[in-house]
């Protein structure tokens, strides 16, 4: 059973560029979240999605970052035009349904602006 | 507002003895809590869970205590072993809602051989 797949795994990218960051969850999961954690941090929640449908995008950032689930296909976080601070540790988890506990988390992508 | 906190960032311990780590949190609506563990360039992986409703979980060497009334939550883990070096965070659900995870700042966790 393959788990939660992230890529990729690192990200380069210049200030004022896109990071695309894809996330595919694990088989029979319709659920997905995707966490940020700064250096130094905890995991923060940024948005929790199910197919086609943003349920809760409360941790998202007003400006840049968008986040979409398909019918078909992997979970993508969009950041455009990156700026220093975004650089952190992207970590998507997926999950069933919504349940108590239940999330697996993907190993990450870790981006840096350069 | 740091609704979940890990007030201790490292613990070290000798091979063989108890580990014991602590969270706190702040928001009551909280009914179920997790402990992740995590060691670098991987992500978290799930260790031990408890509901509101209990005060207390077991597992193994994994222990999870809940004291609803003082907000605190604890994971023991006896005997500590070399591999259970890693960083843990603690993380707090409210399943009423959309079952995010709220997590703590994490505790790095050193045992000594």
């Known amino acids: 059973n393959a788990g939660v797949m992230q890529n990729p795994r690192h990200l380069v990218r210049r200030r004022g560029q896109e990071a695309r960051l894809r996330c595919s969850p694990m088989?029979?999961?319709?659920?997905v979240y995707w966490y940020r954690q700064l250096p130094e941090e905890g995991l923060k929640f940024m948005v929790y999605?199910?197919?086609?449908?943003?349920?809760?995008e409360s941790g998202m950032p007003k400006e840049r970052f968008s986040a979409e689930f398909p019918k078909e296909g992997p979970s993508i976080l969009r950041i455009q035009q990156v700026v220093r601070g975004d650089s952190a540790a992207y970590f998507c988890?997926?999950?069933?349904?919504?349940?108590?506990?239940?999330?697996?988390f993907g190993p990450g992508t870790r981006l840096t602006v350069t | 507002d740091q609704q979940v906190k890990q007030n201790s960032p490292s613990l070290s311990v000798q091979e063989g003895r108890i580990s014991i780590l602590n969270c706190d949190y702040t928001?009551?609506?909280?009914?179920?809590f997790l402990w992740y563990k995590k060691y670098p360039a991987e992500g978290p992986t799930f260790l031990i869970s408890?509901?509101?409703?209990?005060d207390k979980n077991e597992d193994g060497r994994f222990t999870v205590f809940l004291n609803k009334s003082a907000k605190h939550l604890s994971l023991h883990i006896v005997p500590s072993q070399p591999g259970d070096s890693a960083v843990y965070f603690c993380?707090?659900?409210?399943?009423?809602?959309?079952?995010?995870?709220?997590f703590g700042t994490g505790t790095r966790l050193k045992v000594l051989a």
């Open positions: 088989k029979g999961h319709s659920h």
């Open positions: 999605l199910q197919k086609e449908n943003i349920i809760d």
């Open positions: 928001n009551s609506m909280f009914d179920y």
């Open positions: 408890i509901s509101s409703i209990k």
């Open positions: 993380a707090a659900q409210t399943t009423s809602g959309t079952y995010k995870y709220i």
């Open positions: 988890a997926s999950s069933p349904r919504g349940l108590a506990g239940g999330q697996y």
